[in-house]
């Protein structure tokens, strides 16, 4: 077998693998062999057919069998390539008139990155006083809403009210959630079917619907009474209400400065994840990757099928609008995830940043809540899970870098309405794969389907 290079396009080897005419013959016997062992030809005895027989029988499908046993030559001489960034890719395989046989191969090696000095970038952070602002206003009106007066009401349900439901769901004929009982608060956003079927719905109303859950194809049959409806009243901000949600203040004065001291605090753990996250942002602008198109094609392509496998592909083709828009979404998710990867491994590699064992089951005290597990049952699981260990050392080494780059970046200061705008630049992409909430795994709609909590 000769093995050339034709063709080199940045990280992508094409090779040539070409078997000489005696390589192939006996690639011909071998085939001869196997389809005697294994398959009857009428007129012959099991194993006795000859080799032209054998090819006239089996036509085109004949040399599917040749293929495949030079095949295993293949392998194992693409075996001895190192640092592949995906799996070898034999794009073509073919017979010569020469009677030779060549294997076309594509090589994607892992591609060159050049990665420019992060010291010195400019981030921007708003002024304390205005978030602690908006903070203190917030948290009034959340205890406004937490502490507000129900009282039973004759009319229909509308948005702002609170309504007492029992419901039934039923699911291929089988009972799952019988007469259970909610408080539902319905405001304007929340569109669950169970919310928008009881709104205009009174006291001992019943409404019937069917409901179905994304990258599932089970229908769940929802029977919903109303049993109270309930009007909100909301209490007005002053000294009384303060000393009715706290009950170590006597006047609202105090009760915002108690809110502010806990805004100081939230708002220093909220301007380190910030930071991180604009950092996160701006150092895929930092990264040159020379990557082949053919590299790029391969995991969008890999991309779709994991959408339409996990039956998320129409939501998506949905809100990108078109199959180009699409694909060119996930084209740009792909490299900037690629570039984030290079930055933040040459960056931990270049300043020695390791993660220890230690560091990943401390990380137990700050999943467990999450998780709505103790911490000691958490620190159980990461122990027993590798691929969660790896992905937790994976983030932590990634919050290390993002850090190095902050403590050398300079700041400016900004409105807080500025910094909103900020955050909202921010938009899900569709390869799902920037971010991991290193949650265990659990059945998601089996969790709603039987509460609509």
């Known amino acids: 077998m000769e093995k050339k290079t034709v063709n080199q396009e940045f990280n992508v080897e094409v090779l040539e693998l070409v078997f000489t005419p005696d390589e192939v013959k006996r690639a011909e016997n071998e085939a001869v062999k196997y389809v005697n062992a294994n398959y009857s030809i009428r007129g012959f005895r099991k194993g006795k057919a000859p080799k032209g027989i054998v090819m006239s029988y089996l036509g085109e499908n004949f040399d599917e069998i040749v293929f495949d046993e030079l095949g295993k030559a293949v392998e194992e001489e693409l075996k001895k390539e190192e640092q592949l960034f995906i799996p070898a890719i034999v794009v073509e395989r073919k017979r010569n008139e020469d009677d030779s046989v060549t294997f076309v191969v594509e090589l994607h090696r892992e591609p060159e990155a050049v990665i420019k000095d992060y010291k010195g970038m400019e981030f921007s952070i708003p002024k304390r006083e205005d978030v602690l602002v908006n903070y203190v206003e917030n948290k009034l009106e959340e ?106 203040v006597e006047t609202l004065e105090e009760l915002k400065k108690k809110i502010e001291e806990e805004g100081i605090e939230a708002f220093d753990n909220w301007k380190k994840d910030f930071l991180r996250q604009q950092a996160f942002d701006k150092i895929v602008d930092l990264v040159d990757v020379k990557i082949s198109d053919k590299t790029i094609d391969y995991f969008v392509l890999k991309s779709i099928e994991n959408l339409i496998k996990e039956k998320k592909y129409d939501n998506y083709l949905k809100q990108a609008g078109s199959e180009e828009n699409l694909r060119d979404q996930i084209k740009e998710s792909i490299i900037n995830e690629l570039k984030r990867d290079r930055f933040i491994a040459e960056i931990a590699k270049e300043n020695n940043i390791e993660v220890t064992e230690e560091e990943v089951l401390k990380n137990a005290e700050e999943l467990a809540p999450y998780w709505g597990i103790s911490v000691e049952r958490a620190t159980e699981i990461i122990k027993s899970r590798e691929d969660l260990r790896e992905d937790i050392a994976a983030n932590l080494r990634k919050n290390k870098v993002l850090d190095l780059v902050i403590a050398s970046a300079t700041f400016k200061e900004i409105d807080a309405g500025e910094s909103k705008e900020e955050e909202n630049k921010e938009v899900a992409e569709p390869s799902e794969a920037t971010e991991s909430s290193n949650e265990p795994e659990e059945n998601t709609e089996e969790k709603e389907e039987t509460t609509e909590e």
């Open 143 to 248: 205890l406004r809403n937490e502490n507000a007066i129900i009282e039973p009401k004759d009319g229909p349900a509308e948005i702002g009210d609170v309504v007492e439901i029992e419901y039934t769901i039923v699911k291929d004929g089988k009972v799952i959630a019988n007469k259970k009982t909610q408080e539902i608060h319905i405001v304007e956003e929340d569109d669950r079917p169970i919310v928008k079927n009881i709104i205009g719905k009174k006291k001992g109303d019943v409404v019937e619907f069917e409901r179905t859950f994304e990258d599932s194809d089970n229908v769940y049959n929802y029977t919903v009474e109303v049993k109270e409806v309930f009007k909100r009243i909301l209490m007005e901000i002053d000294d009384e209400f303060a000393k009715s949600v706290a009950s170590e």
